[in-house]
């Protein structure tokens, strides 16, 4: 089911035909539901083998703390205590960052920050694997405007345009982000500011 799914979402993106002048016609449109961090996360195929693993929030809920978990091994003993800090940090207090707790020889790991996460994908697989390393840096999809929600699959690179977005006032920045499928490094070029307003979102 969860690979049906997968195949359904990225299929779902040749589907947009209609790119603006501003992007190569050789890009489709990123599917909306993948600018949601916490649906990317089913796509992961980490380059280690791992009896389990699950991406989980710091929440003090049992119930809500799990965003992801794949399939749970038969015993799993936790003999560590969970992190303090994770990876993107979006406020203070409880459901405020994520992290992985995997499972390898009945012994816990903790990947608990951007680089972390990166070296936990380690190859880039897909097209959700490639949105999550762009967001440790930064980025954003924003499925509102081409210029920050496109991608380009190529055999060595996974390119991508996303935003950086600055909430007072209001602005998003387009760029053209090129990732190393093997590496995960960036190449990135900005296209400029596509949107601007006076309001602060804070």
Known sequence: ???FFAIAILASGSLYSQISSS???DFKKIPNILDTTDYLYPFIVPDKKFEYW???SNDIDPEKMVIYESQMPEYMTLN???PEKGF???CLGMSCFSYILACENNHTTYFSS???LRDFIGFVDNLPEAILIATT???TVDTTHTQSASYKIEDNFISLYVA????CPTSKESFLIKINRETGKLETKSNGIFFKSDECVL
């Not at 950086?164 to 909430?167: D, E, R, T, Y």
């Open 1 to 3: 089911m969860k690979i």
């Open 23 to 25: 992007v190569p016609i």
């Open 54 to 56: 699950s991406v989980l």
């Open 80 to 82: 560590d205590p969970a």
């Open 88 to 90: 993107f940090q979006k």
């Open 114 to 116: 951007e680089k972390q």
């Open 137 to 139: 840096y930064g980025f």
């Open 164 to 167: 950086k977005i600055k909430s």
